[in-house]
Structure formats: C-alpha cells, structure tokens
C-alpha cells in the first residue's frame, strides 16, 4: 500500500469502523469520564458559551446516545468537526484517536 500525505482541512468526513470505536471507548475509559460527562465536554468546546461561533455542528448532536453509537463503530463516517471536538475535549490529537498505535510508531520512527 502506498502512502500519501494529504492536509487535514482537506478532509470533512473520516471513514468510521468499530476498531476506532473500540478506540475511542478505551481513550475515554482511560481518562476515567462517563459519556454524558465527555458528551458535555464535547459540546462545549464545539460552542464554548462565552462564544458564539459559527458551526457546522451543533453541540446537542453529542448525545451519550450519538457516543454509544460511536463506540460501536455504528456510523460509517464522522465529520472531520466532530473529532477534532472530541479529540480536543479528551486531551489529546486528533492522531492519537485515528491513528493504530503501530502507524504513529512508524510515522515518528520515519520524522527522526
């Protein structure tokens, strides 16, 4: 397989699957937060209340419900937005969350 570099505000929507769901749930049980404490999290970084920015998504899209679904690999594909919130919300780059920890082994071994 070859590999590409592309930017990622070239991207909108990532291809979603029940590993990074599984992921996703690891990370989040990790940093020891149920859903409705991460889906509130979420929600105020897409629209922190101080600010009123303009958003493709709106912060009520991150039910505990829409995360369960999340975490079971459910929708196929999830907008370049939400991860980068989720992302943001659990500490972490948006790398760490897609990324196969052998695949971010590579890339750092590759920049050295």
């Known amino acids: ?35 409705a404490t991460l889906a509130q999290r ?4 897409v629209e922190p209340p101080e600010e009123k920015t303009v958003s493709r998504i709106r912060p009520e899209s991150f039910s505990t419900k829409y995360l369960e679904r999340l975490e ?13 919130a989720i992302a943001q919300s659990l500490g972490i780059g ?7 920890e052998d695949t971010i082994k590579i890339i750092s071994q590759e920049s050295v």
Request: hydrophobic share 55%; aromatic share 4%.
């Open 1 to 35: 397989m070859e590999k590409i570099m592309i930017t990622i505000k070239s991207v909108s929507r990532f291809r979603w699957n029940a590993e990074l769901g599984a992921k996703l749930k690891l990370i989040r049980m990790a940093h020891k937060l149920s859903r």
């Open 42 to 45: 979420v929600a105020a970084v």
């Open 72 to 84: 079971k690999g459910e929708p196929s594909s999830v907008a370049l937005e939400s991860l980068i």
């Open 94 to 100: 948006i790398d760490e969350l897609l990324l196969a």
